[in-house]
């Protein structure tokens, strides 16, 4: 039996405490420091309260530590895994393997051993089964992938290794390979590494030619679309995937609601379609207010970018935001007093009051918010380039997020409850209340009652049932009569039997929740990834990540500074995504083989390696 993980994101505590109550089986959330999102962190004590949470359902909390380190900061770093251990949380994501050692015992190795399961971050740029295999060997439990991956070469990951392997499944996209992206810090010192990125991938350029020839203008040519595998779990399943990890540490809450709701149906379609093949990696079922609708939360677009080894339009050149549902073609514009427009679009969908609308204007993207709507007319502020003909976008849903927001989201425990009651004399009864819930947790409370006996027996049953098929706190009991139905009842009142259920809720706290186990590895006592001096690929910035390496000295991009390599290498590929392959069938001829992004000052060189059908962007 597989565990199926839905892995969600948080930007703080509330935030993850929704994504438990809407189906996520686990949650990663940034501690205080050395998280990959530098605005995304959190106090221990607010990991802690989610810790206790999540392990009400089984569910896991993740901390992300992915940044990499200097040696001066491996002491602030040990310290803060001791106390994101003592909070609870269940594993940490990592990008520097210099964290292997500090959980041995700190940087001397004289401290205590922090016994955590690590797992490898799409940080360490995993998309070779022997890269894979190598942080196994070297003590990561957990394996994320690169996002760029194809169905086969997950498969051939899973064959190498034995641990856990996670894939992300929604949200947006870096362009460039996972942690090899330094066109962040080659453009303004901030290094993607240490969570600080300007995202330049989602910034406008021009596409020139060595001749001074452009072939576009103002585009944000480097911004993909976001990742939607929502129809790819079961093929991801089947690949070996055990956890689909959403995207988002930055996002608000509506957005995390949202997604995580409709990839929890998702998954438990996938369970009930295979019951004896998979399982849910936590406890409880979902209820729920409202319809997840992914079309109407953020997003720049779909794509399922590689994964059926295929190209495919991955770009989003027009904008780097969400421009939404399409609605139609504006049919009319009326002014009006006040600087108002009155606007008619050719649309069926139900607008509200407060929508925003995006169009595209020139080469900019514009926006209104609708003041007043109704059927097809939308009144809003007069806004230049508005006009019949344009395409409008609806990017916000007054009406969707208004239901989000008051959405009650609730996680509920199922628990069968047996009643046995017995009258050992008139008067006196034993009352037998035995529990079993649905993640396999036993609980029995056992009474002696004074109380007269029933005279409405047939009523008796009823008020007893009915008053112990309740809810308390979050389990859900619903209550049958062991064995034969007793022929004698006390008299009980509906108080004392909320108290035995509170009671016997009270009991079933006491043992843990513990949902589908982590994996864990021991670390061995020599860990070596590499044979040499690391390049500046490997990210390594401290000296026992050096000693990882091989020896040598410290080789990242931000300590060497090289004038000409690589800031990022893609499956992204421009001149195909403009056709302009000279691979294509309709590919344009005489196109130079060096291209060059213009427009921050700094001009950018693509470098096309057609043998592996790869573009890389140089300083």
Known sequence: MTALELLAPARNAQIGIAAINCGADAVYIAGPAFGARKNAGNPVQ?????????????????????????????????????????????????QDPAILQLAKGGPDGKGARIDIPLHASTQCAIRTPEKAAALEKAG??????????????????????????EFFVHGALCVSYSGQCYLSHKLCGRSANRGECIQACRARYDLTDSAGNVLARNKALLSLKDLNLIERLEDLAEAGVCSFKIEGRLKNLSYVKNTVSAYSRALDALVAKAPDKYC??????????????LDKTFNRGYTSLFLDGKRGLWAAQDTPKSMGQKLGKVLSVKALAG??????????????????????????????????????????????????????????????????????????????????????????????????????????????????TAQKTERMKEIILGSLSKSAEHYSFAASFAGNSPEALPLLSAAALNELRRRTAALLDLQPCLGAPLRKIAIPQEILL?????????NVANSISAK?????????????????VELMRSRYCIRHELGLCPKQSSGKGGVAENLYLTGNGKPLELQFHCDVCEMAVVG
């Open 140 to 165: 990561f439990s957990r394996l994320v992938l690169e996002r760029q991956l194809s169905l086969p070469l997950v498969k051939a990951i899973r064959r190498a290794v034995e641990g856990e392997i």
């Open 280 to 293: 849910r990696a936590s406890a409880g079922r979902v209820a729920s207010s409202f319809e997840p609708d």
């Open 339 to 452: 600087g108002m427009s009155e606007i008619k679009v050719d649309t069926t969908a139900a607008l509200s009051n407060g929508d925003g609308f995006a169009f595209v204007y020139g080469d900019a993207i514009c926006g209104v918010r609708g003041d007043i709507c109704r059927g097809n007319t939308i009144m809003c502020k007069s806004v230049a380039g508005l006009r019949p003909g344009v395409t409008l976008y609806r990017n916000i849903s007054a009406a969707f997020e208004k239901e989000i927001d008051s959405a009650a989201c609730r996680r509920i425990i199922d628990v069968e409850l047996k009643v046995g009651i017995v009258r050992e004399e008139e008067g006196r009864f034993i009352v037998r209340l035995s529990a079993v819930t649905s993640d396999g947790r036993t609980a029995t409370i056992e009474e002696m009652v004074d109380a007269p």
């Open 46 to 94: 607010e990991i802690k309260t989610l810790c206790d949470y999540a392990h009400r359902y089984g569910a896991k909390i993740f901390v992300t530590v992915n940044t990499i380190l200097t040696d001066s900061q491996l002491d602030d770093c040990y310290a803060l895994m001791l106390s994101l251990k003592e909070a609870g949380a269940d594993a940490l994501i990592v």
């Open 530 to 538: 590499g044979q040499g001096e690391a390049t500046y690929k490997d």
């Open 548 to 564: 990882l390496y091989g020896g040598g000295s410290v080789s990242s991009y931000e300590t060497t500074h090289y004038e000409k």
